[in-house]
């Protein structure tokens, strides 16, 4: 397994599409992030397997709360990027020798995602019919006065 490269996000650098993005400050520090903010680290990953490999271990470290001991600092707390990318290496050496289950994991992981987005989208819907039907009650009653 090759070490992966970490760096502090910054705006003028060029972001790959297999980069990642982590959140550094703040009681969610070790968060993965779609898009980059000011406070974020960078993964750089060389490709997709690559990338879907690091996003799942990050977000299963930050899930199990597995940053929250490294977050120094008393107002808002930070992720030293040291001690990110040693604890981020040493996690992904563990589960490199069972490399299999954690695809396997990552393949469950990404189902159950795609479906928790769909109930959200539906959630969503509902709601905005709860909307709809409130407003067109409010609506007739407004014009019988």
């Known amino acids: ?14 972001i790959n599409q297999f980069d990642i993005f982590v959140l550094s400050r703040g009681l969610n520090s070790g968060k993965p ?11 750089a990953c060389k490709d997709q397997a690559e990338k879907d490999f690091y996003k799942t271990l990050i977000a299963g470290l930050w899930k ?13 707390p930070f992720l030293r990027i040291t001690d990110f990318k040693q604890h981020l290496h040493e996690q ?4 490199s020798f069972t ?9 469950k992981i990404k189902i159950i995602e795609a ?10 819907l509902l709601e905005e019919a ?5 407003y067109r009650n409010f609506k007739y009653r ?4």
């Open 1 to 14: 397994m090759r070490k992966i490269k970490v760096y502090t996000f910054n705006p003028k650098n060029q």
């Open 33 to 43: 992030l779609d898009k980059p903010c000011a406070n974020s680290f960078v993964v």
């Open 64 to 76: 199990i709360n597995y940053f929250k001991p490294l977050l120094l600092g008393s107002v808002i």
């Open 92 to 95: 992904a050496k563990k589960i």
């Open 99 to 107: 490399p299999d289950d954690f695809r396997s994991d990552i393949e």
């Open 115 to 124: 479906k928790q987005r769909k109930i959200a989208e539906q959630v969503q």
């Open 130 to 134: 709860k909307r709809i039907i409130m």
């Open 142 to 145: 407004r014009e019988l006065r």
